[in-house]
Nanobody, 118 residues
Framework: HVQLVESGGGSVQAGGSLRLSCAAS????????MTWFRQAPGKEREWIAL?????????NYAESVKGQFTISHDNARSTVYLQMNTLKPEDTAMYYC???????????WGQGTQVTVS
């Protein structure tokens, strides 16, 4: 059973930075597609970034965060990170980590970590 635990959220002023972590059980982070989503109040869940360990650590970003957020992974720690810079109030959301064998099939989800930008 795969478990994902997010951390690193919090409250920050506009222009600040946060780094989110997603700790995965076992060796998930090294063999899976790891992704980040976010959901703001009253809005639909939005995919924002992925790193595909089975595709040479290929990364991809939503246009809304490209150049602002960076996804990376540490296989030794089975952890995926999301570095978020120059945060804006519209980045306020619950951020979720999700994983699966394929980027188009993500059955494993964390509980989320709240990011609030004021």
């Amino acid at each position: 059973h795969v478990q994902l635990v997010e951390s690193g959220g919090g409250s920050v002023q506009a222009g600040g930075s946060l780094r989110l972590s997603c700790a995965a059980s076992g060796s998930v982070a090294s063999g899976y597609c790891m992704t980040w989503f976010r959901q703001a109040p009253g809005k639909e869940r939005e995919w924002i970034a992925l790193i595909d360990a089975d595709d040479g650590s290929r990364t991809n970003y939503a246009e809304s965060v490209k150049g602002q957020f960076t996804i990376s992974h540490d296989n030794a720690r089975s952890t995926v990170y999301l570095q978020m810079n120059t945060l804006k109030p519209e980045d306020t959301a619950m951020y979720y980590c999700a994983a699966g064998s394929f980027c188009t099939d993500l059955p494993y989800w964390g509980q989320g970590t709240q990011v609030t930008v004021s």
